[in-house]
């Protein structure tokens, strides 16, 4: 019998620094990340390149099959993903029944079986977040934390990181497009954003990066001591 790979469920509202949680503790740990948030934006922007419409269901489960069909985790830091428009169609495609169907079995496929990290050595588990991961894809995975922080905050964060990336947009505006998203993710019908009743819950309004991962850190080394 095989051990199942050890795995990192995290989930979050949008700036939370969930991803940049991710990404340190697959890094201290040499666990494969998928950042699942990147699938829905993909498809979104697929759907608009192809001069779809997001919210036409057909249209967008379509392209989320393809998606699942021909993943190239490549193409998924194509910073065209990264902006406002990419992160609000994003969870209007997220919310199409189909669409998240479609993206099941990559993402419960990349849990089970994470491909070598980029120095080709094989990873020794797996880290996912999103939305829905410790309470639909990777329900049974032994560490899960739930990342959340206050709206004007993380709003402050997006603003920036959007700033940076050249996008000329208003704070107000990239305040209510947050608002916006957080009740579509809460709000539609299947996997809602919600907290599990065994996650971990970090609130990042007030807390450096450093000390969510030296927190992280010490709830994985419980749940998983041999790490
Ligand atoms: O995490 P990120 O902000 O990139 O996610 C973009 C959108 O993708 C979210 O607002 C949400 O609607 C959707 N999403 C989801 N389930 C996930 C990951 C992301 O519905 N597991």
Redesign the pocket.
């Given at each position: 019998m095989t051990t199942p790979t050890p795995i990192i469920a995290i989930d979050g509202t949008?700036a939370s620094g969930k991803?940049t949680l991710a990404r340190r503790l697959a890094d201290a740990l040499g666990f494969a990340y998928l950042?699942?948030?990147?699938?829905?934006?993909k498809v979104a922007v697929d759907v608009l390149a192809a001069g779809g419409d997001p919210a036409d269901e057909a249209t967008a489960i379509q392209a989320a099959q393809n998606l699942q069909k021909n993943l190239d985790l490549q193409s998924l830091k194509d910073p065209a993903i990264r902006t406002a428009q990419a992160?609000k169609y994003?969870?209007v495609v997220?919310a199409i029944t189909g669409v998240?169907t479609a993206l099941i079995d990559l993402q419960r496929g990349f849990a089970a079986h994470p491909p070598a990290l980029a120095d080709g050595s094989p990873a020794k588990g797996a880290i996912l977040d999103?939305?829905?991961?410790t309470t639909f894809?990777c329900p049974d995975a032994p560490v899960k934390f739930y990342v959340d922080a206050a709206v004007d905050t993380r709003a402050a964060r997006r603003h920036k990181e959007l700033r940076g990336n050249g996008e000329a947009i208003e704070f107000e505006q990239v305040l209510d497009d947050m608002k916006i998203?957080d009740a579509?993710?809460m709000g539609r019908k299947d996997?809602p954003m919600m907290i599990a009743p065994d996650a971990i819950v970090i609130d990042t309004t007030t807390m450096g990066v450093e000390a969510v991962v030296a927190l992280a850190m010490e709830h994985v080394r419980k749940a998983l001591p041999d790490r």
């Open positions: 949008a991803g950042d699942t948030g990147t699938l829905y934006r992160g994003a969870s997220a998240r999103g939305r829905d991961i894809i998203r579509r993710d996997a």
